[in-house]
């Protein structure tokens, strides 16, 4: 099964960052190009894609650190993988979907909201959550694990 995703209906906290960085909007064609992406119907692995972007934009928003080249650039350098660059789970299709499903779980009041947290090898199952997410009507909120972004980040701001 798959089904369309639009990222910025899926869940409070990603809202949150595309607001605030809405306010920033203007000064950066990168985030203007990324809010249009964040309204559009896209499948699991796109949305989960942007869904990365929007965490880096927002954390090197957060710190002030847009106008620096090396952030700006690692955004979307190759040296730095964003979610579809991520490994998937070296599994069966069905042991992924099996997956899936145990940590999807079935009670809607237990699980609602979802807060995942993605790590490398994620990939293939966590589109498969997402799609049940989206089939159900559940909020998601969604953290993607991006050690080496994060370690650029922490890098300059030490400097």
Known sequence: MSVSVIPHHLGKQISLRIAYLRDKAGDYTLIEELLADLDREQDPATALQNIHRLQRI??????????????????????????????????????????????????????????????????????LIVEQCVVHGDEIDIFISDPLFQRRLMHHCDQ
């Open 58 to 127: 927002y954390f090197a928003a957060k710190l002030g650190l847009l106008d620096e080249p090396k952030i700006y650039k690692a955004i979307d350098a190759k040296d730095f993988p964003l979610w579809k660059q991520y490994t998937a789970l070296p599994v069966a299709d069905e042991y992924r979907v099996a997956l899936a499903k145990l940590m999807y779980e079935g009670d809607k009041e237990r699980r609602s909201p979802i807060f995942i947290t993605l790590p490398d090898y994620s990939r293939g199952v966590a589109e």
